[in-house]
């Protein structure tokens, strides 16, 4: 899978993924990725040795009080999303399937205009994370957006600007951006986008309806 895949993720992204930094939806978007790319999968394992290794020099300290009371309550938590080896078969790697509760022809699609259909997994304060499937030569309503945005491909392929990101790949964008996704010709394009914050569009319709979908 990796040789397939030119569009990877940032050193920053991993780096707060192995310490344990991200929100629920973008590590789901991390480990997701990790179960598709050798390659990024080999940088986080390399960094969680680093830190290791800083964890064994570090002199050890006193517990404050109350934090075994505060470890044991944290067992009840949902976990982050790990990033088990990558299950064969199936359009959703084995992470995220897990958060959908099925594969792709099994889940309840919103139906979000013409072409485009989503699913809800995580709607957080710090960031929401859908699932979208976008019909072959349909486009994402022009927009901007008020934090990080990151789309992971998961079938089909689709092209912003000169950019062309299939299954694997990684886009991400932040406030300076504006675009236009359009899915290429073909198949659905299947995708997990994680945002922080709600988009910014340019058109009256997608503004008008925006607080329907809540993106």
Do not use: K
Not at 59 to 75: E, H, N
Not at 165 to 192: K, N, S, W, Y
């Amino acid at each position: 899978m990796t040789d397939t895949i030119t569009h990877h993720l940032t050193d920053d992204l991993l780096a707060r993924y192995c310490a344990g930094e991200l929100s629920e939806g973008f590590s789901l978007a991390v480990a997701t990725h990790l179960s598709l790319c050798d390659a990024c999968r080999a940088r986080a394992e390399a960094l969680d040795a680093v830190g290791g290794a800083v964890l064994d020099a570090t002199p050890p300290a006193p517990l404050a009080r109350g934090a075994l009371d505060r470890a044991l309550a944290g067992l009840d938590e949902r976990p982050s999303p790990a990033a088990p080896p990558p299950r064969c078969g199936g359009v959703l790697p084995a992470p995220l399937r897990d958060y959908a509760g099925g594969e792709v022809d099994s889940l309840r699609w919103r139906n979000m205009g013409p072409g485009v259909e989503s699913l809800l997994l995580i709607d957080a304060p710090e960031g929401s994370a859908r699932l979208f499937r976008i019909r072959g030569g349909s486009e994402l309503p022009d927009h901007g957006h008020r934090g990080t945005e990151l789309t992971l491909v998961l079938s089909g392929a689709f092209r912003d600007g000169d950019a062309r990101f299939a299954r694997g790949d990684v886009e991400i964008a932040d406030e300076t951006m504006q675009h236009t996704p359009i899915a290429e010709p073909g198949a659905p394009c299947i995708c997990l986008a994680v945002t922080e914050g709600r988009l910014r569009f340019r058109g009256l319709l997608p503004r008008l309806a925006q607080p329907f979908f809540g993106v």
